[in-house]
């Protein structure tokens, strides 16, 4: 018995696809065809994949060509299916010509012309075409602008800014003025929004008004009544409006969370993290400081994610303790803010102008997680515990600091209209609530 085998991701199978399959099937008389899981694929840069791992599977098997279907999930598990199922010919489309030359060592490997005129990637585009406009003053416009095109669908449709020297050459060639910002809104279906958030909510309302989605960098507003109006609004003119939070979006990220809520450390009692940049005080002009984010913007909302997806956001009490810039009493160069939760507390350290260890600590009954720094460019974390030998290490890849794998699920959620998973609501009220209140100087000493 001659044993062929195949692999792919097979999203919306189509007739390439089965013009494949049916080929490799006459190669032999027993085919298997292997399936990328959803994780294999996306550590091949393939991120926005539609169907899921079963809904792909029910497709190869409906197609009745398959004698066996398993799940590929590693690099290098060729060699190993290959060794372990006594594989004669491993065979793929003629796009993959030579890259699998070195499977000659174990089988046959055949490349079979590869069907012209049709790709799952062209059917993906055909329907998913949201035009994003970009709105703002930040060097992340241009990153957002490149990760987008790793995501299928996303058109840039043009990009609005009160402050050029933010951007990059480029974009500072294509730039409109924000006065022209509702005509930026009228070209688009989305919007994503990085301009200072005391502008946030002039900019969200307006684009909402004209029925456009909108990613806003978290805090969507500083004002907890104008982020509920602006919800409100969301509801009514049935738009999204979704936190820009690249952290929540890594996997090392949301796997440290789920390790944590399932009592791998115990019981959590303290969540402390730390993040500090220099950077953008030290490359501006004065001009520049209107733009410029102040710490509790700049890295509050990124600071605040794991303590309220961990402990949630029903805390007793808590203390702002901030240190303001000289004649600029919105600019806070640093400050904490502690919590005290009925069986935990947590604190945030942000600093725009102060400079400290950027990590992630969290600490439990049983042992601890520990986030080095960058902590929120999360791709690697440590469970340890007493006994060192215990201790487990994680690493997850993370490709364009998370940007990508948000973009993809925000069109992702704009096509079947649901919510935003990665930040729930209530963390998204409790980061405004928060923000608010260094505003309002509620609970709040400056030092
Ligand atoms: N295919 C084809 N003609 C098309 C489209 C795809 O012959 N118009 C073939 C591909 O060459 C591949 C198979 O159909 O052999 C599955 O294609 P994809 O779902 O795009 O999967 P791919 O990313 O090519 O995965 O590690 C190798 C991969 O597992 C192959």
Known sequence: MIKVITYGTYDRLHYGHLNLLQRAKALGDYLIVGVTADSFDVARGKINVDQSLMERIEAIRATGLADE????????????????YGVDIFTVGSDWKGHFDYLNEYCRVVYLDRTQGISSTDLRAREHHLRLGLVGESPILSKVERESGYVNGIDISGICTSNKRMLSATQQAKAMPMSRLDELISQSDALFIISNPRQHYDHVRRALEQGRHVLCESPITIDSQQLDELKRLAQKKHCLLADSLKTAYS???????????????????????????MTNLEMSEEGDLEYLWNSIGAWGPTALLPIFQLLGTDYNSKLITTHLMANRPDFDLFTKISFVYPHAVASIKVGQGVKSEGELVISGTKGYIYVPAPWWKTDYFEVRYEDPANNRRYFYQLDGEGLRYMLASFVRNVQTGKPNAYVEPSVSDAIVDVVSDFYQRRDTVII
């Open 69 to 84: 279907i398993i799940v590929e999930e590693y690099e290098g598990q060729k060699i190993d299916d290959i060794r372990r």
């Open 251 to 277: 996997l090392a990220f949301s796997r440290l969370i789920l390790l944590a809520k399932s009592g791998t450390i115990g019981q959590v009692v303290s969540v402390d993290a730390t993040c500090t940049s």
